[in-house]
């Protein structure tokens, strides 16, 4: 006899992304995602405003994914949420949803660990996308978040290396405030790095012990060049915008893989998995894949649309959990900060 399906619907409102999705099993029926817009103008995500969007998002992002899915409300077996860490408004809309509808729907409540789903994504079953085996080192980086966790099973996880300041992300986003980029500015430093010399301009890796990282050292260097340069010539940033994005990428890549490559030869395991919105970066994904033939490694890199924000990353660890009935009670609370 086959067993009957199980299908999570999952919600992720940490930051400033609504999103939700249906899975049945390990299977993506549906990814939806609505980015909000108003950011941009502010240079940066408001967390109020994020979380008056989310409010009125939630139910329509909802009803796009149930209606992609192909499938009822009343067909659900449980509802997984982001219980954080995150901005603080926004996990209450996406928390209070999901306690209510599962609640009216007598259904299992599951909270999910934003970081954990990050990592946790990379067993979506997706065509064409290898999953890792235990134990694996896994890379998340994003805007928030910069660590390297040895990953033992679903639920055994530990940080071996994490930025004892900003992370990789916003190093990433200032730099290109730096040189007058719009909000977010990540993608466009990738894109005008694609056609720059990366050996253009010099900046020195931080000295940061074990597997820990730093970036506001990094961050400083990169004002304190472009003022230097734009005192000496005032077109030095539109002159050479390709070559100095194309060596600020170089040198946070360096920085990632150096670490990287430690915690390699630490645990002796050579499975990477990256994760995390800035592991859509072109630059990091070509250099990983590099290291397969060069170290010998299997890495890992997920869909593109499982690195940045989105609830099937939220759904996989909810189908984990459900397997292990790991539910969650109406008193579960939203955390801006959780321990890992």
Known sequence: MSKSPIYILAIESSCDDTAAAVLKDSK???NVVARQGIHEEYGGVVPELASRAHQQNIVPVVDVALKKAG????????I??????GLMGSLLVGSSFAKSLAMSLNIPLISVHHMHAHVLAHFIDEEGYDKPEFPFLAMTI???????????????????????????????????????????GGPL??????????????????????LNFSFSGLKTQILYFIQKNVKENPNFIEENTNDICASIQNIIIQ?????????????GIKQIAIGGGVSANSGI?????EAES???????????????????????VGYQKYLENKFEDYSVTSKARIEF
């Open 294 to 316: 060069k170290y010998g490694w299997k890495t890992f890199v997920p869909k593109f649309e499982y690195t940045t924000d989105n609830a099937a990353m939220i759904g996989i």
């Open 285 to 289: 994904r070509n250099t990983l894949k």
């Open 28 to 30: 993506v029926l549906s």
């Open 255 to 267: 920085i990632l893989m150096d670490k990287i490559k430690m915690a390699v030869e630490e645990t």
């Open 80 to 85: 997984a949420f982001t219980q954080g860490p």
């Open 189 to 210: 430093i990738d894109k005008y790095a694609q056609l720059g010399n990366p050996k253009a301009y010099q900046f020195t890796k931080p000295k940061v012990d074990g």
């Open 71 to 78: 499938i009822d409300k009343s067909e659900l077996s449980g």
């Open 142 to 184: 994003s805007g928030g978040h910069t660590q390297i966790i040895k990953v033992n099973s679903f639920f055994d996880m530990q940080i071996i290396g994490e930025t004892t300041d900003d992370a990789v992300g916003e190093a990433f986003d200032k730099s290109a405030k730096i040189l007058g980029l719009p909000y977010p």
